[in-house]
T-cell receptor, first 114, second 114 residues
Framework: DVKVTQSSRYLVKRTGEKVFLECVQD?????MFWYRQDPGLGLRLIYF???????EKGDIPEGYSVSREKKERFSLILESASTNQTSMYLC?????????????FGEGSRLTVL | AQTVTQSQPEMSVQEAETVTLSCTYD???????LFWYKQPPSRQMILVIR??????QNATENRFSVNFQKAAKSFSLKISDSQLGDAAMYFC???????????FGSGTKLNVKP
């Protein structure tokens, strides 16, 4: 059974804290993504990575950074969390240029910043 | 710029009836893929159906089918014989051939009434 696993389902952090959201996939996919999901706004791309140590900014990268040291793992980092980063964060992966192009999602990490 | 628009924030359907969710997109590409994803409450996002732009035939998956109108840039999802388990957020999505960037609509919440 293919899987994208996000380390935390629910997190509560304080303003100014550093936050790490981890994502691991077991499908040997080249592409990995971090999305932010807010009501009425759909999914907005924060960052994506198409290879180890490679990353590209998405539509809303401000306030976030990412790390991809291994193919299966893609981390999202909030250097100094702010209340406007309270949201649902979704990790996803896909095969590059092959297969069905389907995005496989993790269960999501709901972050609350107080 | 690529955009995906879902104009129906919420819809309701009676169990066993048919419902159609709308999606339009904007692109200058000729080779692309369209998807409908389903996100049940508090559960993982999963693929419902996929359409390649170069295929004229509309995709079908059991009770789910699409009406793909390439010239009009329209991609609607029809759910036949609606079931209680179909209640979810539905997202329309678009990507180009290398699958490294996906664009999502804002979502349609589907309620199914018993």
């Amino acid at each position: 059974d293919v899987k994208v696993t996000q380390s935390s389902r629910y997190l509560v952090k304080r303003t100014g804290e550093k936050v790490f959201l981890e994502c691991v996939q077991d499908m040997d996919h080249e592409n990995m993504f971090w999305y932010r999901q807010d009501p009425g706004l759909g999914l907005r791309l924060i960052y994506f990575s198409y290879d180890v140590k490679m990353k590209e900014k998405g539509d809303i990268p401000e306030g976030y950074s990412v790390s991809r040291e291994k193919k299966e793992r893609f981390s999202l980092i909030l250097e100094s969390a702010s209340t406007n980063q309270t949201s649902m964060y979704l990790c996803a992966s896909s095969g590059q240029g092959k297969g069905t192009g389907e995005l496989f999602f993790g269960e999501g990490s709901r972050l609350t910043v107080l | 710029a690529q955009t995906v628009t879902q104009s129906q924030p919420e819809m309701s359907v009676q169990e066993a009836e048919t419902v159609t969710l709308s999606c339009t997109y904007d692109t200058s590409e000729s080779d692309y893929y369209l998807f409908w994803y389903k996100q049940p409450p508090s559960r993982q996002m999963i693929l419902v159906i996929r359409q390649e732009a170069y295929k004229q035939q509309n995709a079908t998956e059991n009770r789910f089918s699409v009406n793909f109108q390439k010239a009009a840039k329209s991609f609607s999802l029809k759910i036949s014989d609606s079931q209680l388990g179909d209640a979810a957020m539905y997202f329309c999505a678009y990507t180009v051939h290398n699958f490294n960037k996906f664009y999502f609509g804002s979502g349609t919440k589907l309620n199914v009434k018993p």
